[in-house]
Each structure stands twice: as C-alpha cells, then as structure tokens.
C-alpha cells in the first residue's frame, strides 16, 4: 500500500481563496537533529502543512527538513505564530521577518497570533500588523490561534480585517462547539491543536465511543478522532515524531464515522475538559 497523499483527503478553501490540506503536520516539540528527522519524515510520508511557532524554537528546524526533503517550495505550506511579547505593532512586524530568517524562506504561507493575551491589549496592534506585512507579501494568510468571538469582534472592528483561521485546543474532551459555529459564521476556518486530546487511557483513546468505532472500522483510536474532525469541518494539526504514525494519521480517507459514532464521541466532551488552564480570556503566553 503507498503511503497516504494530502490529494487523498482534499482541501479546505480559506477565506481569502488560499487552499489548504485537510490534515497538517504540529511540529511541537520537535527539536534539534531529531525534530529535523521527524520533519523530515512527514514530508516523506505526505504532509504538505508545517505547523510551527517562534515559542516553538524550532523554526530553523522546520525549514532545514524542508530543504533536506527535496521538495518544491510551493508544494509545502508553513505556517508560524508570532508570540506575545511582540505584539506591539512595529514587534510583530519584525518577529514575521526573523522567522523568515530562521525559517530561510521569503514568505510565509499562514502566519497566526500565537495567544489574544487580553491583559496586554495589544493583540488588535498584533493583527493590524499581519494586514500590513500580509500586503508587502511577506505572508499569503493570516489568521489568529486561540481566540474567543469577544476578541474576533475587537480585531474586526478595529481593522476590517477577519482571520482566515483561527487555531483552537479541539479535542473530543473539549469540543468547543459554539467557538467553531462562531468561527463557521465568519467564514474562519477552524483549525485543531492537540487534536488527539490526552492519549492514555483516561483520555479519549480509552472510551467506548472511540475503541468501538475503531473496530468497526478497522482504524486505531486516533484516526478514529482525526476523522471525527474532518467531518466536523476542523483541521487538525497531530503531532508524532514516529513515521509509521506519522503515515496512521494521515491516512483517514478509506472510512466515514456514521452518526451515531460522531455523537457518540462528541458526548466525551465535558466544560473542565481543556489539557491545561489554558482559557484564552486569562491565559497570558509570552
């Protein structure tokens, strides 16, 4: 069987018309000689959307597995995340050109504020300055992580501009069904981080909905949640250093949960669900 190919799951269409693969690749915590391999080796496997982030400090890895893999520059979509001590307008313009230094690369396929870090109140500063490099063609789109309806208001108020994706924690734990229909209503995409949740035996993988759907279908636990995620209209963004699951995660295009199976899984859900106190109305990432 060949591996698995981003032509095989289709394309979400952004906002802005840019289209992008259904499934990405999260490089966090992927470092140094290592991080370069499992990089490397999801480029190899299929994945076509590196996922990235200046508090990630792996950036140059990124962008050296990209130059090993042999691969076209167009053929490949980076996307990174500007941290919240550079939301200062003039700052986060500056940290979109370092990461293209580290990065070795002349664009940014998506670039995302990495956290709103409402005690700050500088993340409209933080957006105004992604339109503005977004026009001097440093990145094709632009978007947002972890923000709530409350700051998406602000941002679009203030500049006319809304986000072609927002990246949110979604896991079956943590459903967060009124932030997707909120971004659904915008014409945002939402995008997955942690896709899988806690994958331990308390965690999603350990549930009756998930180990049942996995056997009906002949899949492991986590293609059983990324699919659950393709069908919700979410990308997500999994995360493994290990090839063969590299290529497990990509490969979600021969089975279709029922109805049953996605509300099933959706009711693991529950409000204290979050990996962490990660609330985006307190949390402050810097």
Known sequence: MSDPTPADLGTFTLSDGVRVPRVGF????????????AITSALEVGYRYLD???NYENESEVGEAIRRSGLPRDEVQVATKIPGRFHAHDLAARSV???LTRLGLDHLDVCLIHWPNPGQGLYTQAWQAL???QQRGLVRSIGVSNFTPGHLDRIVAETGVTPAVNQIELHPAFCQDAQRGDDARRGILTQAWSPLGRADADGPFGSDAVREAAQAHDVTPGQVILRWHLQLGVMPLPKSATPERQRQNLDLAGFELSRAEMEAIAALGRPDGR???GDPETHEEM
Do not use: M, N
């Open 97 to 99: 050109e370092d990461s």
């Open 52 to 54: 990235t982030a200046v």
């Open 131 to 133: 339109v503005d490099v």
């Open 26 to 37: 999260g490089t966090y915590p992927l470092r140094g000689d290592d991080g370069i391999d």
């Open 275 to 277: 990996l962490f106190d």
